[in-house]
């Protein structure tokens, strides 16, 4: 990141949000300062936990996570932009941190403060190791930014209590996590530290995962408890463990889960030339995007258990994907671009981006959506809410018990810097994944060496490069061919050059000694595309979604009238794009031809078997991630056609 200058007009707008109104508002939240909010109780944990105050624990078995996030975004906000107040709030909240840690390294304020003898005894469960994981995180981006180690060394004890306590060494508890995270936090420790220790523990953990006997069960006959799956209702599956990792071939279970662990996998595929784990990784990533995820970057269909359930099963209206999902594909993704730099993982990246992940924040940064659904039909989703604690909402939310999303919103975010380039220094190659207004400086012959790119995307695809330095440089830019796009040109230097001749794996591959004032021009031909998705997909059967570029389009209510699935596609809808300053902080909307039933020619009757009269329409529609920030009402991502 500290390469990285972001100035974009779109992603620009994300992070100041983050920095100015987001981590302001979540370190309320985390206090307690909020009103009108369910309580977080975060920061009092660790008070009680390091004996300063008196009171119960409150709030979940991982409510420690959700400080440790809000660190780990302050962390990438302090290398974003120098700002002592809010270092020094920080300073504070790791010293807290610190006295709330036991003597033994050990670090986790519900078994402090409400189990304190039952540690390592329901890892299925329990979250102890996710909660450490976030911590490593949070600590390696903190330590990045200021230099300080303060709580690089206090997650650094933590590990070293965690490998007494778990391994395959004699006397160990032979576990490994219910809720993946700490594999690859490890990982990112292990890079900071070089120590191998942390690299062989996350590859411990994740080849003992699934492994027979099954630890899970062992651990529950352990604590004399008669149920064996997680919480007595979930499969092993539900945790990735039904069986061990390199024989895994669909992503099962809880989605946030899955993208957690697959991400470890891949850091550590990458590490160790893992050639065996990386197809296993392929394996899961195939079935996911050839079956498993929305054309949205959403994944996860099903509310019970959070999880995947079958191929296909892509119900709209009741679509769970949790945004925290769609950040883990983001993480899982970018990881996988590291082994094998091809355009699909980037394509992936982006489009869960885009739409998955920034649905999940409304446009001021203030509410947040846990779940995001492709269809919304506002009073089958009050009766859902009356019924149950249903997550599936009709308008964002403050905040929330389960407030995993809010800060894992904002550090993805605060960190996108980290996912814009990379350098392969074997090759000598300069890979651009996001178009995106920035500059980055790399070390080359001695000389640093300045890419820029400027661009209006994700409204056009336009994009512009200059190269700044003050001699010569023999390197390969390696451009990235987005999947959407059909036809592209490319100039250097004025000179157009023939794409096809120098693809690579969806990067055109520009290998030259560059001087100072190079430029390079690509056009990215941006059309409105109609999508269809395979016939097995029974939700968008007879349906068409619209996509410009890497964003996916919705209709809303505000712009269409009410009973949008009455709504359908002409054959020769005319679509158009246009850019709307005024309407959801700037966006490009697209207008077409549809028709759908004359309302006057109705007689009443619940059923008839009188035709349908239809009348010509003009429909709108807005990014899906800027829905439900006007007035409420229906949504639909898929169209009748």
């Known amino acids: 990141m500290k390469q990285v200058t972001i100035n974009d007009l779109f992603w620009g707008k994300q992070q100041k949000l983050i920095l100015e109104n987001v981590i302001p508002f979540q370190w309320g939240a985390l206090n307690d300062a909020i009103p009108d909010i369910e309580p977080s109780h975060a920061i009092e944990n660790f008070r009680i936990a390091a004996g300063e105050k008196q009171g119960d624990y409150y709030g979940r078995v991982f409510q420690d996570s959700d400080l440790a996030k809000w660190l780990e975004t302050v962390g990438y906000a302090l290398t974003l932009q120098k700002d002592e107040a809010l270092e020094q709030l920080a300073d504070k909240a790791i010293e807290l941190i610190g006295r709330a840690q036991q003597p033994d390294g050990y670090l986790n304020t519900y078994f402090t403060v409400s189990k304190p003898g039952q540690r390592w005894t329901n890892l299925r469960d329990d979250h102890e190791l996710y909660c450490a994981g976030h911590m490593i995180e949070a600590a390696v981006s903190y330590y990045e930014a200021t230099g300080k180690s303060r709580l690089l060394d206090i997650v650094i004890r933590f590990v070293e209590h965690i490998s007494s306590v778990l391994g395959a060494e004699p006397g160990k508890?032979?576990?490994?996590?219910?809720?993946?995270?700490?594999?690859l936090a490890l990982m990112k420790?292990?890079?900071?530290?070089?120590d191998k220790r942390h690299l062989e523990l996350c590859s411990y953990f994740v080849d003992e995962r699934g492994q027979h006997p099954h630890f899970f069960d062992l651990e529950a006959d352990e604590r004399g408890d008669a149920v064996k799956l997680h919480r007595g209702r979930y499969p092993y599956s539900?945790?990735?463990?039904?069986?061990?990792?390199?024989?895994?071939?669909?992503?099962?279970?809880?989605?946030?889960?899955?993208?957690?662990?697959?991400?470890?996998?891949?850091?550590?595929?990458?590490e160790l030339g893992d050639a065996s784990l990386f197809n296993a990784c392929r394996e899961l990533w195939s079935n996911l995007i050839g079956a498993r995820m929305y054309i949205t970057g959403g994944i996860g269909s099903s509310e019970y258990g959070e999880a995947f359930t079958f191929d296909y099963d892509l119900p709209n209206d009741i679509a769970y994907a949790e945004t925290c999902a769609s950040i883990g594909l983001v993480f899982?993704?970018?990881?996988?671009?590291?082994?094998?730099?091809?355009?699909?993982?980037?394509?992936?990246?982006?489009?869960?981006?885009?739409?998955?992940?920034?649905?999940?924040?409304?446009?001021?940064?203030?509410?947040?959506?846990?779940?995001?659904?492709?269809?919304?039909?506002?009073?089958?989703?009050?009766?859902?809410e009356d019924r149950k604690r249903s997550r599936l909402k009709t308008t964002r939310q403050h905040w929330w018990g389960c407030a995993c999303c809010p800060p894992n919103i904002a550090r993805l975010v605060a960190s996108l810097g980290d996912y814009i380039y990379s350098y392969n220094p074997t090759n000598r190659e300069w890979f651009v994944h996001l178009y995106m207004g920035s500059k980055v400086v790399q070390l080359l012959d001695g000389q640093h060496v300045e890419l820029s790119q400027t661009t209006n995307y994700p409204w056009d695809g336009n994009v512009d490069f200059s190269i700044s330095m003050e001699g010569q440089s023999e390197f390969t830019l390696a451009l990235r061919l987005p999947g959407w796009c059909r036809s592209a040109q490319l100039w250097v230097n004025g000179e157009a050059m023939e794409i096809s001749e120098s693809?690579?794996?969806?990067?055109?591959?520009?290998?030259?000694?560059?001087?100072?004032?190079?430029?390079?021009?690509?056009?990215?031909d941006m059309p409105i595309e109609i999508i269809r998705a395979i016939p097995k997909l029974r939700a968008a059967a007879g349906k068409a979604a619209l996509q410009r570029g890497p964003i996916v389009f919705c209709l809303e209510?505000?712009?269409?009238?009410?009973?949008?699935?009455?709504?359908?596609?002409?054959?020769?809808?005319?679509?158009?794009?246009?850019?709307?300053?005024?309407?959801?902080?700037?966006?490009?909307?697209?207008?077409?031809?549809?028709?759908?039933?004359?309302?006057?020619?109705?007689?009443g009757q619940l059923y008839s078997t009188a035709p349908t009269k239809k009348v010509p329409v003009q429909i709108k529609a807005v990014p899906y991630f800027a829905w439900c920030n006007r007035e409420p009402g229906e949504m639909q991502v898929w169209i009748r056609e």
């Open 173 to 183: 508890k032979r576990g490994y996590p219910g809720h993946p995270e700490i594999e």
């Open 189 to 194: 420790l292990y890079r900071v530290t070089g």
């Open 238 to 270: 539900y945790s990735q463990s039904h069986l061990p990792v390199r024989e895994q071939l669909a992503t099962d279970g809880h989605s946030v889960r899955a993208m957690y662990l697959y991400s470890g996998m891949a850091d550590l595929a990458a």
């Open 332 to 384: 899982w993704a970018h990881r996988m671009l590291q082994c094998d730099t091809r355009n699909e993982y980037a394509d992936v990246m982006e489009r869960a981006l885009y739409n998955g992940v920034m649905s999940g924040m409304s446009l001021d940064g203030k509410k947040y959506f846990y779940v995001n659904p492709l269809e919304i039909w506002p009073e089958s989703c009050e009766l859902r």
């Open 503 to 524: 693809s690579v794996n969806g990067y055109v591959k520009l290998h030259r000694s560059w001087t100072n004032g190079d430029c390079v021009k690509l056009a990215l």
């Open 557 to 603: 209510e505000t712009d269409n009238g009410a009973n949008l699935p009455d709504i359908c596609l002409s054959s020769e809808p005319k679509l158009t794009a246009h850019y709307e300053e005024q309407t959801l902080n700037g966006v490009s909307v697209i207008t077409g031809a549809a028709f759908r039933s004359d309302p006057t020619s109705a007689d």
